[in-house]
């Protein structure tokens, strides 16, 4: 199993839930600002650390040779956790799955797999793993799930352009991703990129409460 922190939201009784997946070198304890920074006070998080060991951080999938076998690994061990959070009485319809780089990447690649339908998906600075294969594995409910996907412009590590060309291939397919260019490199843009974060995600709970 994936080791997490659980950080509860204020109001006790939510079972509002984001799932964050950090990038590569990175941890759970990277992302401990996420809850003050979005201020959603009725979300849970559950900070989530990647497989591998990393240079004192965890990588979802080995980058430099063949990506396959961790990105499968890793899809396997997040459909446990999405399962496990259903089990402890946090519905999936009800849960952000939100990833940065490598765990952009895995969003991504489970959101549009896992067989459950998630409040939202939101990715950031990261690629789509094989998006032709992606686009025959779709589950029952890929053509349901949302996705919000920001790209810098200035990404020195994973090319704007390509990015853009893999989005538009998942667009094309009827997949709904709401895509926005930042001038950044490869981080968050600050404030404004917070802010668009933060309202896909009351946009996005809103809208599952509502139906």
């Known amino acids: 199993m ?17 799932v964050a997946l950090h990038g590569l070198g990175d941890s759970a304890a990277g992302y401990r600002w996420l809850p003050s920074l979005l201020g959603l006070p009725s979300v849970n998080y559950l900070l989530v650390n990647a497989p591998d060991s990393y240079y004192g951080g965890f990588s979802w999938y080995d980058f430099a040779d063949n990506p396959a076998p961790g990105v499968l690994r890793s899809r396997k061990l997040l459909f446990d956790l999405f399962d496990e959070q259903r ?3 946090f519905p999936t319809e009800q849960t952000i799955l ?9 969003t991504v690649d489970a959101g549009f797999r896992y067989p459950h339908l998630f ?8 690629y789509i793993f094989e ?12 053509a349901r799930q949302h996705l ?46 917070l802010e668009l974060i933060r309202n896909f995600i009351r946009a996005r709970f809103d809208k599952r409460e509502t139906r």
């Open 148 to 193: 919000l996907f920001t790209h810098g412009t200035d990404d020195p590590l994973i090319p704007f352009a390509q990015v853009r060309e893999q989005v538009n291939l998942l667009k094309a397919a009827g997949l709904h991703i709401e895509w926005h260019e930042f001038v950044k490199a490869h981080t968050i843009a600050g404030e404004e990129e």
């Open 131 to 142: 998006p032709e294969k992606l686009l025959r594995e779709l589950s029952p409910v890929a």
């Open 2 to 18: 994936l080791s997490t922190e659980f950080h509860r939201a204020e109001d006790k009784n939510s079972k509002r839930l984001l």
């Open 87 to 89: 089990t402890r009485g």
């Open 98 to 106: 939100f990833g940065f780089s490598q765990g952009c990447l895995m």
């Open 119 to 126: 409040a939202g998906l939101v990715g950031i600075s990261g």
